[in-house]
């Protein structure tokens, strides 16, 4: 598939700039003809009996292999959640932690990780990384690290200011349990999460999959409780609720997954081109590259797909003309600043635009 065939796969590529695939990646038209199709069939033939129950775990997992080859996982070990929320929600409720544990995280985190953090009984370490290069981020999230910290927790990529923060070398040098929120990482760089505990997949971003839907890697799912079991949960129950729970990974499911959304997400990932991260690498570089001429690029050189850059003036108003203009980016709530995401269906002309209405 060349670059302006995988292009054209996408309608909303045809009138505007779509550089916000940190927030939602765009749809694809084979996306939503297999959700189409697995709608008609649901009200044609409706949605009872067994074949449409054998048909659904099916898809399943299919849906769950393709997430795990994204993220070069074995399949046994992937949960299916609705989204990275969901992912970090079950981790934290299964480690059951207590008032006498530490977890360190960063200043440059999502809420979808933050909420559950400061929802358990551990206390919260804040590692203060974002208004520092990426390589004094190391030694800083180092220091918070102490006698009592049970966990890590942060991003693979921050969703803020687009840099790389340094996972692997955490895990390295302190042999810690880590939960990793691959948001703005899975489906937008190469990604090798087997030796994490834990890590995150948001498919309706980076693999332009329908809404809510996403996944999560265990590393060892026996040494992490079922704390929020689903009907998926399970291998058999009884009338009390007690119930055994399935083999692997698919025992932290988060539940029921629309069938069409299934479909939606494995057009999606089928979609993808062996040569995407490269073209998206390339991509970011370039917007990079443009609007350091022009602006204080916050994100520093060679990270991954996200651009980040202090606006000219208010950043959500700066936003919402460059959306009515075309060109479809983000603001960042609270910093000042705008970000660019530049994924695989990226054009040089979709860059360039953008610099055009700034």
């Known amino acids: 598939m060349t670059f302006d065939e995988a292009r054209a796969l996408f309608p909303a590529l045809e009138h505007v700039a779509y550089l916000n695939a940190g927030s939602m990646g765009p749809l694809a038209r084979p996306t939503i003809d297999a959700m189409a199709a697995r709608l008609a069939s649901d009200l044609d033939a409706g949605r009872g009996g067994r074949p449409y129950f054998e048909e659904m775990l099916a898809v399943r997992e299919t849906v769950r292999a393709g997430l795990a080859h994204v993220i070069g996982v074995p399949s046994a070990n992937v949960a299916l959640t609705s989204s990275t929320t969901d992912g970090c929600n079950i981790v934290l409720a299964g480690l059951r932690l207590g008032a006498e544990d530490e977890v360190v995280t960063t200043d440059t985190e999502h809420f979808g990780l933050l909420g559950p953090l400061h929802a358990s009984a551990a206390t919260v370490r804040v590692a203060r990384v974002r208004a520092l290069p990426p390589e004094r981020a190391l030694e800083t999230i180092l220091a918070e690290v102490g006698p009592k910290t049970r966990l890590l927790a942060l991003s693979h990529v921050s969703w803020q200011t687009g840099n790389l923060l340094p996972i692997e070398e955490l895990q390295d040098q302190t042999g810690l349990e880590i ?57 058999a129950y009884d009338d009390t609720g007690v119930f055994t729970p399935k083999e692997g990974a698919a025992r932290f499911d988060a539940g029921w997954v629309p069938t069409s959304s299934l479909a939606g997400l494995e057009a999606a990932l089928g979609s993808v081109p062996h040569w995407s991260y490269h073209h998206a690498a390339e991509a970011a570089a ?73």
Do not use: H
Request: proline content about 4%; overall charge negative.
């Open 286 to 358: 370039r917007c990079w590259a443009l609007l350091s001429e022009r602006f204080r690029v916050v994100t520093a050189a060679g990270q991954a797909t996200l651009v980040s850059w202090v606006a000219d003036g208010d950043a959500a108003e700066t936003a919402a003309r460059l959306f009515q203009e075309g060109v479809v980016v983000r603001d960042m709530p609270g910093t000042g600043w705008l970000r660019a995401s530049c994924g695989w269906w990226t054009s040089d002309e979709d860059v360039d635009r953008l610099l055009a209405a700034l």
């Open 179 to 235: 939960l990793v929120d691959g948001a703005q990482s899975a489906g937008a760089i190469p990604v090798d999460a087997q030796r994490y505990d834990y890590y995150t997949v948001s498919a309706q971003k980076w693999l332009c999959g329908p809404d809510s839907t996403g996944a999560l890697y265990v590393r060892d799912p026996e040494q992490l409780a079922v704390a929020l079991p689903t009907y998926f949960s399970q291998a």
